[in-house]
């Protein structure tokens, strides 16, 4: 059968200059038109789905240990989202001429600057990466006991195994031939993922009301289950219950988000300007996150905005450190004076630690946002399964015909025959 769209492991040359005058923009996985947001790409992360090496690395804003995952969809930098937007959407230095070597264009094109734990295209988000995910996430929970102690917070962890019970049936269910047991047990694994759904739900908002340090924690965990429970119904090509169920989550996943980007940018979101993190954020990094809560924002807005709250910040300074929220610096984290007292916001000590932990905060809230934006684009691919004909199974297996995997490839390039009116519901 003869599928309508292109497999590429090239960056075709029209693309590259879309994005390069801003006729397309990057939005998590797909590439579309800026104008009228259709579709002309999907990227689809291409190395070997063989679990990876993930390491921790600690992360002083919240106290806990900041997931970093290895491989082509999230090779770590400190320069956030803004910057893979700035590579793939401006290329300004990078690209050069269009008909360059494959080399050069996949160095440009690499997502090398957003963290993220799920990869680009929902057909590589395989149930053992999945599990991998989750297990990663449990064991930064388990880490954050000691912290979250002295706060008088507990958090219960019993529940992930009854995920990973979902994980289990679930690749069970799709090794089994015979297609009633196929089926069985894998409404059995979605069953177990619409309880996790409830839990998880019911955690994360706890933690929003807490301003606690693990809230993104539990907003991952989330998104993973969603996106276990729809990879079944993709499995079983319940195309259209797999679409609604990435629906109600993208919706509520990014009320919780908006939620917890709210508490992050703090009472004065100037402090992200002050001048010590010149060379770390920017008005244009900080219009960047405004961007994603409306997109009608700009510099100029942004700006002007953040204007009154500047003069706030220096009048009202001592106020805006005693609102600092548990998610980003506890008063319990910071060691006593010599003298015995309880650091406040006034010793100097606390002031410290939280103008430490901005720029890092910055980053996970960059990091919370590209993550959402790859789950909203998961959407787009289960309504271009449904309007190209295909199946699920034919659209994992799509692959260059002709070309060979050139060394260093890390992303395939899915182009449809004309560009799509492809929307997902947030």
């Known amino acids: 059968m003869t599928l309508p769209v292109t497999v590429t492991f090239m960056l075709a040359d029209w693309i590259a200059k879309g994005l390069k005058d801003g006729t397309f923009e990057r939005v998590g996985g797909v590439i579309r038109e800026v104008a009228n947001k259709k ?19 600690t992360n002083p804003v919240t106290g806990v240990l900041n997931l970093i995952v290895s491989g082509a969809n999230t090779a770590i930098s400190t320069k956030g989202f803004a910057d893979v937007n700035r590579r793939l959407g401006g290329i300004e230095q990078d690209l050069g001429v269009i008909g360059q070597s494959l080399q050069v264009t996949q160095g440009i094109l690499q997502i090398t600057s957003a963290a ?23 064991n930064q929970l388990k880490q954050a006991a000691e912290l979250l102690n002295k706060i008088n917070r507990k958090i219960d962890l019993s529940f992930y ?26 409404l059995q694994a979605i069953n177990r993922f619409l309880e996790a759904e409830h839990i998880y739900k019911e955690y994360t908002v706890n933690e929003l009301s807490q301003k606690s340090p693990i809230i993104d924690k539990y907003i991952l965990t989330l998104s993973l289950v969603y996106i276990a429970e729809a990879r079944c119904h993709l ?43 010149k060379g770390q954020i920017d008005l244009h990094k900080l219009t960047q996150i405004y961007q994603w809560i409306d997109p009608n924002f700009n ?35 910071i060691q006593w004076g010599i003298f015995g007292g309880n650091p406040t916001p006034f010793t100097g000590r606390f002031e410290k630690e939280a103008y430490k932990r901005l720029p890092q905060v910055f980053e996970v809230m960059e990091s919370m946002i590209e993550t959402n934006r790859r789950f909203e684009s998961y959407q787009t691919e289960v309504q271009a399964i449904s309007q190209l004909g295909i199946s699920f199974h034919d659209w994992l297996k799509l692959t260059p015909s ?12 899915i182009i449809p025959s004309k560009p799509l009116e492809l929307q997902p519901s947030i």
């Open 39 to 57: 579709i002309v790409t999907w990227l689809r992360d291409n190395r070997s789905l063989a679990p990876q090496a993930m390491s921790f690395a």
């Open 299 to 333: 510099e100029n807005t942004v700006f002007e905005i953040q204007r009154e709250n500047m003069f706030k910040l220096t009048q009202s300074h001592d106020e805006w450190l005693s609102s600092l929220p548990s998610a980003i610096v506890d008063r319990s984290e």
């Open 116 to 138: 993220s734990v799920l990869n680009l295209g929902v057909s590589v988000m395989v149930f053992a990466v999945i599990s991998q995910r989750i297990n990663e996430i449990e």
């Open 235 to 277: 499995e079983l090509e319940e195309h259209e219950t797999a679409l609604r169920r990435f629906q109600e989550g993208a919706k509520f996943i990014r009320l919780l988000l908006q939620k917890y980007i709210e508490v992050m940018l703090t009472s004065n979101p100037a402090a992200y300007l002050h001048p010590q993190f």
């Open 161 to 186: 195994a009854n995920f990973h019970a979902g994980i289990e049936l679930a690749l069970n269910a799709f090794t089994m031939t015979r297609v009633e047991n196929r089926r069985s047990s894998a």
């Open 402 to 413: 002709t070309e060979i995997k050139p060394d260093g490839a890390e992303l395939m390039y």
